[in-house]
């Protein structure tokens, strides 16, 4: 018998765009991806020396559940380097990834039919953790316009003595807009814990990313090494938490997870200590082609009113050609051979937009535009 909530679990549609390219790609198709958020750089030499020197020395065993000590006084570190906040590294629990970060971190904060106000659109896994722990993603669009910001008074409607925090994702998926330092500062008067997803801080071409830990303690902060690093295969994520409740995070870790693992730990240490002018090198190609694919969109008749300034997303709105963006987007792979996610997957506020990923060569990014660019003139005749 299977539980009603795993029924009811949305598929997570931009895997299901790539497993159809798959398949093309099997029959001996070409098609160009730009629907998947997977860095395309293999990890820093750093990182696999570091691994590879694990392994030779037996670093193959249990770790301390909160993590290995010297990785969490690395993040501490960076934290204060670049945000000057200070973090005690015992605030610290590293993961499997930022995935089981957040699974933990909505463990802690959510009873049944508890409410967490999440963005429409936003990342679509979001609510699928929120209803898997049987409480409410009480979602709030967000406007291109506004660059898909919050409006704070959106939120205040929605707010009940149910609401148990507030997500927020900057640099965001999948928009690669930021949220203002301005935004955050007004979400800290309702007095409510802010889940903070910083995994694509790093990834900033334009300004400067913010950290919520800059305006309050009242947050947990979700972040990793998958995309700053390119790290996506080793799975190696953490949440920073306010004191109280590292204990109870702690309980969960240990008994869905036990621990990370080991030898990533150890590529993690060596990615924050020695990867710096790796990760330069990434930043500065994906801005060319952040530049690039902007710069071809336009061309293509789409008006981005706000262009992205972060993470490796353009989110394009396509109503003017389709309302049904799960549909435009299969058509565009069977008929132009490029893979792109429809804006559905994000939330319904998601609907008729597509998002374009530049997580990939700029030679690639060229011939997916000349495709798209014969797509749409087909359309137009």
Same mark, same amino acid.
């Given at each position: ?41 293999? +990890?820093?030499?750093?990182? !696999? ?9 037996? /670093? ?37 990834? !930022? ?16 409410? +967490? ?148 730990? /150890? ?6 200590? !020695? ?14 082609? /952040? ?63 597509? /998002? ?17 660019? !014969? ?7």
């Amino acid at each position: 018998m299977i539980t009603q909530k795993a029924k009811e679990i949305k598929p997570f549609i931009v895997m299901e765009v790539l497993e159809k390219a798959a398949e093309m790609e099997r029959r001996g198709i070409n098609v160009i991806h730009l629907e998947v958020g997977e860095p395309d750089f293999d +990890v820093p030499p750093c990182v !696999s020396e570091a691994v590879t020197k694990a392994f030779t020395e037996g /670093r193959t065993h249990y770790t301390h559940s909160l993590g290995d000590p010297e990785l969490r006084e690395e993040i501490a570190r960076r934290y204060y380097y670049i945000y000057g906040v200070k973090i005690s590294p015992d605030q610290i629990i590293v993961t499997s990834g !930022s995935s089981p970060a957040i699974l933990l971190t909505l463990g802690v904060l959510c009873d049944v039919d508890d409410e +967490v106000i999440i963005s429409d659109p936003g990342y679509a896994c979001y609510a699928n953790f929120i209803r898997f722990l049987n409480a409410k993603a009480i979602k709030v669009p967000v406007y291109e316009v506004d660059g898909f910001q919050y409006r704070p008074s959106e939120i205040e409607k929605r707010i009940t003595n149910r609401t148990k925090a507030i997500m927020i994702n900057s640099p965001m998926n999948p928009t690669g807009n930021m949220l203002s330092s301005e935004v955050m500062k007004e979400l800290l008067k309702f007095n409510i814990p802010i889940i903070s997803d910083e995994i694509y801080h790093g990834l900033v071409y334009e300004g400067r990313a913010h950290s919520i830990l800059e305006f309050t303690d009242n947050a947990f902060v979700l972040n990793g090494f998958s995309k700053l690093f390119a790290m996506t295969g080793l799975r190696l994520g953490y949440v920073i938490a306010p004191k109280h409740c590292v204990r109870p995070m702690q309980k969960l870790q240990q008994n869905l997870f036990i621990c990370a693992g080991s030898t990533e730990q /150890r590529a993690g240490i060596a990615a924050l200590q !020695s990867a710096g002018n790796d990760v330069a090198k990434m930043r500065e190609t994906y801005n060319t082609r /952040r530049k690039y694919i902007i710069e071809r969109l336009t061309q293509l008749g789409f008006d981005i009113k706000v262009p992205p300034t972060g993470a490796f997303y353009v989110f394009v709105n396509v109503k003017h050609i389709s309302t049904d963006s799960y549909k435009l987007a299969f058509d565009i792979l069977e008929k132009a051979h490029v893979g792109v996610t429809p804006g559905i997957d994000f939330g319904e506020n998601g609907e008729g937009f597509l /998002r374009f990923s530049y997580a990939n060569s700029i030679e690639n990014i060229e011939e997916g535009m000349n495709r798209m660019e !014969s797509y749409f003139s087909k359309l137009k005749k």
